[in-house]
């Protein structure tokens, strides 16, 4: 059935403001922004006094309510297509780490037949792979007998068996001296970024020239600055054509180096990601990441030997300490969390902005100065909201 959303303030992504429109959708699809419209060919839902924003993409994360999608079942899956949605988080990149072939190519069967869009739960645009192809120095809560050297056929053959795209590759470049590899990445089609990696300065310059597109948690598993060696933290800092990533917990990055980060990165290349483990929306206790252990206590995940292992945040809560520490307004912040991360992936034609013929994924807030969740809307149809959904067996 039609509906229409009267009487809000609709973000319009091009010019980072709110304007007064109505909305109006049809079954899972935004149908038309008008300033006016005769209401009785709708269903009616009253906005007055509240904020319409895009549904919440986010492009890396591993799984949460004690799932990860290295090992959820279809069953599974599903059912943290219904958490994610409950945070806000209406589109995302299913998230793999470093696993076996015969894992990852397990996983990705799982993932794919999980992807038609359900309304009320978040849709599962693609496949993140975030291991194998790590430099050891950097591996972070990568398992290092896990990890492989660029192979240019096997990364064909995962592409070609994680199929459909969106293919999103993350990657150490220092290993691929000659390019090959990430050049059978971007000729796939997919998109490459990169990853735990301890590339200089211009090794990663060269990357972006070759077609690298993001940089995965900038800072995090990243060779550190030095004013001799800028590294690859800087060249994500300075690189105004790619797209950096940001985990903006308060633990992988400090906040004061989140707002050094937000004055250098243009506006519309800045990504906030969870890196979320399955741990995400569950209480503290004992899991795991691509098969290591890990520890969760007072929602801060590490591996057993003290390396942060993702984290237990979810995109919406990323949003509000994004503001909190730059001080930016709703307005300012919003793409970060949006149509950045859709432009990013290259899903910009189905989510990340509120406009005609994209998926009806949007939140409703009460305000935005201090922003709070009214009704989140996914694939056209209201998510029914509840504390949390987590697995009953460890």
């Excluded at 978040?122 to 990890?147: D, M, T, V």
């Excluded at 250098?264 to 691509?290: H, N, Q, W």
């Excluded at 942060?308 to 503001?323: C, K, P, Q, R």
């Excluded at 807030?365 to 509840?386: F, R």
């Amino acid at each position: 059935m039609r509906k229409l959303f009267q009487g809000g303030s609709v973000f319009d992504s091009s010019s980072r403001t709110f304007k007064k429109m109505n909305m109006i959708t049809d079954g899972a699809l935004i149908e038309s922004l008008v300033p006016d419209r005769d209401p009785e060919d709708c269903e009616v839902i009253d906005c007055t006094g509240k904020f319409l924003v895009p549904g919440l993409v986010d492009v890396h994360t591993h799984g949460r309510s004690g799932y990860d999608f290295i090992s959820a079942s279809a069953e599974q899956i599903d059912l943290m297509r219904r958490s994610y949605a409950m945070k806000g988080t209406t589109t995302l990149m299913a998230t793999l780490a470093s696993a076996p072939l015969d894992g990852l190519f397990a996983a990705a069967e799982r993932i794919n037949g999980n992807r038609t869009p359900k309304p009320g739960t978040a849709s599962i645009a693609g496949i993140h792979l975030e291991g194998r192809y790590l430099n050891p120095e950097k591996k972070g809560a990568h398992a290092p007998e896990l990890l492989s050297s660029p192979d240019d056929g096997q990364i064909n053959t995962l592409l070609e068996r994680m199929c459909p795209l969106p293919i999103h590759v993350s990657a150490a470049p220092e290993l691929d001296t000659e390019g090959s590899f990430i050049n059978t990445v971007t000729s796939f089609g997919a998109t490459y970024g990169i990853a735990h990696t301890n590339a200089t300065y211009e090794e990663a310059t060269e990357a972006v020239r070759r077609g690298a597109r993001s940089f995965t948690h900038t800072f995090n598993c990243m060779r550190q600055i030095h004013h001799r060696e800028p590294g690859c933290a800087v060249c994500s800092l300075l690189s105004d054509e790619a797209y950096s990533e940001f985990i903006c917990d308060g633990e992988h990055v400090r906040p004061e180096m989140v707002v050094m980060a937000s004055k250098m990165k243009p506006a519309d290349r800045f990504v906030l990601v969870t890196d979320s483990m399955e741990a995400a929306g569950c209480t503290d206790g004992e899991y795991s990441i691509g098969g290591l252990p890990v520890t969760v206590k007072n929602g801060r995940a590490t591996t057993h030997d003290g390396v942060l292992a993702g984290s237990t945040l979810d995109l919406f809560t990323a949003l509000i300490n994004y503001m909190k520490f730059t001080g930016f307004t709703l307005e300012e912040a919003l793409p970060a969390a949006t149509s950045n991360p859709s432009d990013m992936v290259k899903i910009s034609d189905v989510c990340g902005r509120l406009l005609p013929g994209l998926r009806a994924d949007f939140i409703i807030l009460d305000n935005k100065e201090d922003p709070n969740i009214s009704e989140i809307y996914a694939a056209g149809e209201k998510v029914p909201l509840q504390r949390s959904i987590e697995r009953t067996e460890k």
